[in-house]
Structures are given as structure tokens and as C-alpha cells.
């Protein structure tokens, strides 16, 4: 089964794109969703952050308290490289188990996975990588009308992640999201169609 590393920056329209390849029936692994997973309550990454900074850092219910940590972490440059060095094995490990329980009939599975070329770590297990690139101006609009966050905030988040130039020279595809939500849809339908026909003709 070929596996699609599907990544782009804050905002960029990864969850929308990953939507729409869902509707027309491709795979999905999600390491947002398993990072979110994994930090409820009594789940290994609550437990990891337990540990790491104390229960201070877990809400009431038990799962981790995610602003507390940001604000922590935000300021703290050994605090984060401690906390990605807990949870990223932990993530890892789920994403390969999910992708290994998929059926043998699905065509590709796209691995979500925001930071792809800035960690590295599924470098070897994906197949080919997806970019979904979308001009800087745009995405910072887009992020600061879905969320709480200044243009300021929004600036500094882009800058810990690598520069647009040089995930476009990395991505194998990209898609551009400069438009409306048709048109990222129209691409989307394209680019399925052509992983799958390239899974068709590998089964030849
Ligand atoms: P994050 O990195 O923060 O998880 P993301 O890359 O997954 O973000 P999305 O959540 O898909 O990005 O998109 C960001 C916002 O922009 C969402 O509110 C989404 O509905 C909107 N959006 C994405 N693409 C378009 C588009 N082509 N036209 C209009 N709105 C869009």
C-alpha cells in the first residue's frame, strides 16, 4: 500500500484537503487526531506529561491541559525538546499500528502529519509527500478567523516551522490552496484519481 505524507503550515488547508480524499474514499492516519487521542485522560501522553511536569498539567478530568502546556512550553526551549522527545515515540508507534491495521483492498493511505519535513522522523515510511502550499498573507487571515490567535501569534507559530520556499522545494506534489474551497476540491479529485490509477497499475 503506498503511503502519502500529506503536511502543510499552520492553516495551510490540511484538515479540509484530508477531509475531502476521506469523502472519496481514500484512507486517512492522523497524528493530530492521535496526539489528541493520546493526551485524555489515563492515556499514555497525559501519563508521559503527568510525569514530566507534574499533574498541574492535567484539567480536572484527567487529560491534558492543553493551554497551560502551550503557554509552558512557549518559553521554555529544554521544556519542549523534553516534551517531543516523550510523545513523538508515542505517536509514531500509533500511527504505524493504525496504518498496519488497514486493509489490504485500500488503494493508498495518506499520513497527516503537520511537521513532516521538519522532524524527518516518517521520512522512511511514507512513499511520496503532499504539500498543501497556500500564499503566507492567506494563511495567516485564515488562521486568525478560526481562532483566538493576533497576526502576531500567528507570525511567530509559522516561524518556528520551515519557510514556505523550502517545503516546496521538498514536497514531491503540491497542491495549491490560493482559491476557493471548488477548486481546492477539483484538485483533490484529481490527485485521487491519479494515486489510485498508479495503485491499479502496480497491480497489473
Ligand atoms: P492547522 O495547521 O491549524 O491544523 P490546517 O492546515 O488543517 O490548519 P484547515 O483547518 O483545513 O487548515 O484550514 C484553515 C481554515 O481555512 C479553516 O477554517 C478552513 O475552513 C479554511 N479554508 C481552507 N481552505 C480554504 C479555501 N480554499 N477557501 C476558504 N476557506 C478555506
Request: aromatic share 4%.
Given at each position: 500500500?503506498?503511503?502519502?505524507?500529506l503536511?502543510?503550515?499552520?492553516?495551510?488547508g490540511?484538515?479540509?484537503?484530508?477531509?475531502?480524499?476521506?469523502?472519496?474514499?481514500?484512507?486517512?492516519?492522523?497524528?493530530?487526531?492521535?496526539?489528541h487521542?493520546?493526551s485524555?485522560?489515563?492515556?499514555?501522553?497525559?501519563?508521559a506529561?503527568a510525569?514530566?511536569?507534574?499533574d498541574?498539567?492535567?484539567n480536572?478530568a484527567g487529560?491534558?491541559d492543553r493551554a497551560?502546556?502551550?503557554?509552558?512550553?512557549?518559553?521554555?526551549?529544554?521544556?519542549?525538546?523534553?516534551l517531543?522527545?516523550?510523545?513523538?515515540?508515542?505517536?509514531?508507534?500509533?500511527?504505524?499500528?493504525?496504518?498496519?491495521?488497514l486493509?489490504?483492498?485500500?488503494p493508498?493511505?495518506?499520513l497527516?502529519?503537520?511537521?513532516?519535513?521538519?522532524?524527518?522522523?516518517?521520512?522512511?515510511?511514507?512513499d511520496?509527500?503532499?504539500l498543501?502550499d497556500?500564499?503566507?498573507?492567506?494563511?495567516?487571515?485564515?488562521?486568525m478567523?478560526?481562532?483566538?490567535?493576533?497576526?502576531?501569534?500567528v507570525?511567530?507559530i509559522?516561524?518556528?516551522?520551515?519557510?514556505?520556499?523550502a517545503?516546496?522545494?521538498?514536497?514531491?506534489?503540491?497542491?495549491?490552496?490560493?482559491?476557493?474551497?471548488?477548486?481546492?476540491?477539483?484538485?483533490?479529485?484529481?490527485?485521487?484519481?491519479?494515486?489510485?490509477?498508479?495503485?491499479?497499475?502496480?497491480q497489473?
Amino acid at each position: 500500500m503506498r503511503i502519502i505524507g500529506l503536511t502543510g503550515g499552520i492553516g495551510s488547508g490540511k484538515s479540509t484537503v484530508a477531509e475531502a480524499f476521506v469523502a472519496l474514499g481514500a484512507a486517512l492516519v492522523d497524528t493530530d487526531q492521535i496526539a489528541h487521542a493520546l493526551s485524555q485522560a489515563g492515556q499514555a501522553g497525559a501519563k508521559a506529561v503527568a510525569q514530566l511536569f507534574g499533574d498541574d498539567y492535567l484539567n480536572d478530568a484527567g487529560s491534558i491541559d492543553r493551554a497551560k502546556l502551550r503557554k509552558r512550553i512557549f518559553t521554555d526551549a529544554a521544556a519542549k525538546q523534553r516534551l517531543e522527545s516523550a510523545l513523538h515515540p508515542l505517536i509514531y508507534a500509533e500511527a504505524i499500528r493504525q496504518l498496519a491495521a488497514l486493509p489490504d483492498s485500500v488503494p493508498y493511505a495518506l499520513l497527516a502529519v503537520p511537521l513532516l519535513f521538519e522532524t524527518g522522523s516518517y521520512a522512511g515510511i511514507i512513499d511520496q509527500s503532499l504539500l498543501v502550499d497556500c500564499p503566507e498573507e492567506l494563511q495567516i487571515r485564515r488562521v486568525m478567523a478560526r481562532s483566538q490567535l493576533s497576526r502576531d501569534e500567528v507570525l511567530a507559530i509559522m516561524h518556528q516551522q520551515l519557510p514556505r520556499a523550502a517545503k516546496l522545494a521538498l514536497a514531491d506534489e503540491v497542491i495549491l490552496n490560493d482559491a476557493d474551497l471548488d477548486s481546492l476540491l477539483e484538485k483533490v479529485k484529481e490527485l485521487h484519481k491519479k494515486y489510485t490509477q498508479a495503485h491499479e497499475s502496480e497491480q497489473d
